[in-house]
């Protein structure tokens, strides 16, 4: 088995999804990829055949009919889950696998990560309710499996959804909730329609995935890529820190359970750090000096996937600094499975992609085995 984990070397938006299909495409069908950080909060898009795929609930290699595992740490979005798959733009029937150990977002928990953006004035967030459905899962009220909730008949469902609302409302005096939320609390109408769609949207996803309890199932597969969500540079290790996200984002994202169970099987495991040869970010901080992208090169592109939105504020440009880079690597690697290393079977990569926008000349990292460069060219089978 070759083991290969994707990781954004960056603040996000590095390439990891072209990276990861990079990896697959040379045998899709016998490669499974891991989601195992985050949630449907990320947007990695492929170039394949001449169409851009944006994967948020997927592997990025689903395009190329390679198989997703949704990882115990992986937090899943029935409603993002059943919009995605009914885009129909995957090349095979997807076969897509889920811990039933995964956390999962209700629209309660969008609402009021999306109120509370707004009334702080902050663009600090994908609008997508990770970090509040991370909070809502120590309450032991709120705590179900998604297995246990699908277990439950349809009045017991409706009562649990509804509970979530009930528990949000009662956190929010009325003036603390904006007009065009409140109603989604208000109006029983409203809510009963929002919630009666969204347990639908829950039904599909229980019904087009197969739980499993550990990994042994992976053994099925001869590649198994790990592809993280957001980028080394913004992990925060479950922090609610206003400028980062909530989740670990480098090789702690490794659950210690699949080096356990499958060592023996795995041949070949393979770090890819992701960076552009340019610096982007979304989203606030104070420590980011963005500049004009044309002042860092005039061949980099307006990037179509990556731009201003409500949540997230400007995409900002920025000039690679090589020496901070390999700092963030480098304490990466510390966390590196010990019997991994004890194997001595790693090899590390740093992906450098955009190199047709900027050339990776002055790019320097010492402490990778090998430097790889990626233009924006489609992914090829």
């Not at 609930?57 to 009919?65: D, I, N």
């Not at 309660?108 to 707004?118: E, L, R, S, Y």
């Not at 032991?140 to 509970?163: A, Q, V």
């Not at 929010?172 to 609390?185: N, R």
Request: hydrophobic share 35%; charged share 20%; with cysteine.
């Amino acid at each position: 088995m070759n083991v290969h984990m994707v990781i954004g070397a960056g603040y996000g938006d590095e390439g990891k999804g072209t990276i990861t299909a990079k990896i697959a495409a040379k045998d899709p069908m016998n490669t499974i990829v891991v989601l195992n950080n985050g949630g449907a909060q990320r947007g990695h898009s492929v170039f394949y055949q001449n169409k851009v795929y944006n994967n948020k609930h997927f592997g990025s290699a689903s395009c190329l009919g390679s198989a997703t595992f949704f990882g115990p740490m992986f937090i899943m979005d029935p409603m993002q889950f059943t919009q995605e798959y009914n885009l129909n733009w995957m090349k095979t029937t997807p076969t897509i696998f889920r811990h039933k150990e995964c956390r999962w977002v209700t629209p309660f928990d969008i609402i009021i990560n999306q109120n509370n953006a707004i009334k702080q004035g902050l663009h600090n967030t994908c609008g997508m309710g990770i970090w509040k459905t991370i909070q809502r899962f120590s309450n032991s009220r709120f705590k179900w499996s998604f297995d246990e909730f699908m277990l439950n008949d349809y009045e017991h469902r409706y009562e649990y959804i509804d509970g979530i609302a009930n528990w949000y409302q009662s956190s929010f005096l009325k003036e603390e909730l904006l007009p065009e939320y409140a109603p989604f609390f208000t109006d029983l109408l409203l809510r009963k329609g929002l919630i009666d769609h969204f347990i639908l949207d829950c039904e599909f996803l229980y019904k087009v995935t197969r739980p499993v309890n550990n990994y042994e199932f992976i053994k099925l597969y001869q590649n198994v890529i790990f592809e993280n969500g957001q980028g080394l540079a913004i992990g925060d290790n479950g922090n609610d820190d206003s400028e980062k996200t909530p989740s670990y984002t480098g090789l702690k994202t490794l659950d210690k359970s699949f080096v356990s169970l499958l060592q023996d099987c795995i041949e070949s495991f393979t770090i890819h750090y992701v960076s552009r040869t340019y610096e982007t970010r979304h989203g606030d901080d104070n420590w980011f000096n963005s500049v004009d992208r044309k002042l860092i090169s005039s061949y980099i592109k307006e990037d179509e996937n990556n731009h201003y939105n409500q949540w997230q504020g400007e995409f900002k440009y920025n000039t690679l600094n090589s020496m901070l880079l390999t700092q963030r690597i480098l304490k990466d690697l510390n966390d590196l499975n010990p019997i991994i290393r004890n194997k001595q079977i790693t090899k590390t990569i740093l992906e450098l992609t955009h190199c047709d926008e900027i050339g990776p000349e002055n790019i320097v990292c010492n402490v990778v085995d090998e430097i790889r460069c990626t233009g924006s060219a489609n992914i090829e089978d």
